[in-house]
């Protein structure tokens, strides 16, 4: 029985220090599991260089991240909602029924997609209504350049017996008076403010923030993202042709005015009548231009494809093959920018009545 025991004893104390180097050797292993990630988290990655792509046409370059604005003009928070407000107000017209956004919907890209735009009593216009959008770097508005700046664009289409077809601008206040916008104009302009210029200066405020920046061609150049071969052949194809050498610049436009030999409109003669501005038009910027068909100061053309081969052919008295066109219509795409997110806002109106409308 004593030597039982003794074996016993022995048995058990070696398992018990067996148990103890085991536990031993795990505390030992779990500093060493801890310095791996500790080492690992002092690591930072690396991030490569963005590498700006070769070959891209001279002068070709980002939408700038700025606009123009006028010194007596300056660009405020309030006034920006106010011209917002102002630009989806169809108070602006005679009906009710039409309001800047009508014509320069910003849900499609600031265009309506007409060939010609719906005015008051259902009357159509004469020309195509360019985009709103990236308008504060024009030259000039308007297909004829008749207006310098925003602010007198703005004061057109109010007065235009096509368009919203109010009386006069008097009546334009008046009606703005009606609606409850005086202490908004108060809060923006001073005390006793509302007035047409004001009015137009505020629209004008909102309509330079309608920028379409981070197309894909603005982060191919700055080595953020990829284009398409076919795009890459046809942007050296443009240039190649001829197309940039008005259709140049960061913004696709050189902002000048062209002779465009297409159509009976006479552009800028039907402001001066002077015959050496005879069918003269401001060259139209080529940013989404693939979302603003139908195509040209008539509207006539609806499909890009189509108004490619008609520019090279009556401007550069090139044919293009399909295949050319087919990868200048890609590049085109490119130039599509991020749309500007815009949502609806809260119009000022009377309490208890409705404005007063007339037909």
């Not at 302009?189 to 047409?196: A, V």
Request: aromatic share 8%; charged share 20%; with cysteine.
């Amino acid at each position: 029985m004593k030597k039982s025991s003794f074996i016993t004893a022995a048995l058990l104390a070696m398992v018990s220090m067996l148990a103890i180097g085991c536990s031993d050797a795990s505390q030992d292993a779990t500093p060493e599991t801890n310095v791996t990630p500790a080492v690992q988290s002092e690591t930072k990655a690396v991030v490569p260089a963005a590498v700006t792509p070769s070959g891209i046409p001279e002068g070709m370059g980002v939408l700038p991240a700025a606009v123009p604005v006028p010194a007596d003009n300056p660009q405020t928070e309030a006034k920006i909602d106010l011209g917002k407000q102002l630009y989806f107000d169809p108070a602006l017209s005679k009906s009710g029924n039409f309001s800047c956004n009508s014509c320069h919907n910003l849900g499609t890209w600031g265009v309506d997609n007409q060939k010609f735009s719906i005015g008051h009593k259902w009357q159509r216009g004469g020309r195509n209504a360019p985009t709103v959008l990236n308008s504060g770097f024009w030259s000039a508005q308007f297909w004829d350049g008749r207006a310098p700046l925003l602010e007198d664009q703005a004061k057109g289409p109010p007065l235009n017996p096509v368009e919203m077809a109010s009386m006069s601008e008097a009546t334009v206040v008046a009606r703005l008076t009606e609606a409850g916008y005086i202490p908004l104009f108060d809060t923006v302009f001073g005390k006793g403010s509302l007035n047409y210029d004001n009015m137009a200066k505020a629209i004008a405020s909102f309509e330079r923030t309608l920028n379409t920046p981070d197309a894909p061609f603005d982060l191919y150049i700055q080595g953020k993202g990829e284009i398409s071969e076919a795009a890459i052949r046809g942007m050296k194809k443009a240039d190649e042709v001829g197309c940039t050498s008005c259709h140049s610049g960061a913004l696709f436009t050189n902002n000048s005015f062209q002779k465009f030999a297409y159509g009976t409109d006479e552009g800028v003669k039907s402001v001066t009548n002077k015959d050496e501005d005879d069918h003269l038009f401001r060259v139209q910027s080529w940013r989404n231009v693939a979302m603003t068909a139908p195509y040209f100061h008539d509207g006539g053309v609806a499909t890009l494809d189509e108004a490619v081969r008609v520019m090279a052919k009556t401007q550069l008295d090139t044919e293009l093959s399909d295949q050319d066109t087919a990868d200048i219509v890609e590049f085109l795409k490119t130039l599509t920018g991020k749309a500007p997110e815009v949502s609806f806002p809260v119009l000022p109106r009377p309490a208890g009545k409705a404005l007063t409308w007339a037909d």
